[in-house]
Antibody, heavy 119, light 113 residues
Framework: EVQLVQSGAEVKKPGESLKISCKGS????????MGWVRQMPGKGLEWMAI????????RYSPSFQGLVTISADKSINTAYLQWSRLKVSDTAIYYC????????????WGQGTLVTVSS | QSVLTQPPSVSGAPGQRVTISCTGS?????????VHWYQQLPGTAPKLLIY???NRPSGVPDRFSGSKSGTSASLAITGLQAEDEADYYC?????????????FGGGTKLTVL
């Protein structure tokens, strides 16, 4: 069974750094793109960034370029999303999702990581 | 403002048919890119519902169907059931000059009356 398991909820202060993770299992981690999607409280889905773990090819949404960093460690089948300086407006649920080989859809999705940034 | 436009809400009685529209532009749906649909039940992660405009993953009931024409797409749900109450999102690839982008609609909340 293909599965994506994300790290647990985080509570941080503005200005702090954070790295959340997404571990894939049940498939060849290096041959599928992995994306990150943000969902702010009560809002819709926003694609942020995507990485190909096989060669670390990366694409960022223009809306998130420079604000977050995506990475992956293929030795442990894990993708990451990190912030160097969090803002209150980064409060959201973050989902990882595997991009299908044959097309531009995402399946499956991780369970989500709630990030709360508050002073 | 989302790149793909969906109605904020739709509703229907059990057993009825509802449709959710998704309108894009010449850089995404109109450029020939496929449309995909996701269902997000309350408090859960999104789940793939329709891929490649009209294909259902294994396990998705045939009450759900998708179509695409020009710069728009639609999701139809027939025989509405209480468990269909959820948020629905369309998604496509977008090839704008600012860079590649996987874009979503703003989401449509389906209420089963």
């Amino acid at each position: 069974e293909v599965q994506l398991v994300q790290s647990g909820a985080e509570v941080k202060k503005p200005g702090e750094s954070l790295k959340i993770s997404c571990k894939g299992s049940g498939y060849n981690f290096t041959t599928y793109w992995m994306g990150w999607v943000r969902q702010m409280p009560g809002k819709g889905l926003e694609w942020m960034a995507i990485i190909y773990p096989g060669d670390s090819d990366i694409r960022y949404s223009p809306s998130f370029q420079g604000l977050v960093t995506i990475s992956a460690d293929k030795s442990i089948n894990t993708a990451y999303l990190q912030w160097s300086r969090l803002k209150v407006s980064d409060t959201a649920i973050y989902y990882c999702a595997r991009r299908e080989e044959e097309g531009d859809w995402f399946d499956p999705w991780g369970q989500g990581t709630l990030v709360t940034v508050s002073s | 403002q989302s790149v793909l436009t969906q109605p904020p809400s739709v509703s229907g009685a059990p057993g009825q048919r509802v449709t959710i529209s998704c309108t894009g532009s010449s850089s995404n749906i109109g450029a020939g890119y496929d449309v995909h649909w996701y269902q997000q039940l309350p408090g859960t992660a999104p789940k793939l519902l329709i891929y490649g405009n009209s294909n259902r993953p294994s396990g998705v009931p045939d009450r759900f169907s998708g179509s695409k024409s020009g710069t728009s797409a639609s999701l139809a749900i027939t025989g509405l059931q209480a468990e269909d109450e959820a948020d629905y999102y369309c998604q496509a690839y977008d090839s704008r000059l600012s860079g590649p982008d996987w874009v979503f609609g703003g989401g449509t909340k389906l209420t089963v009356l």
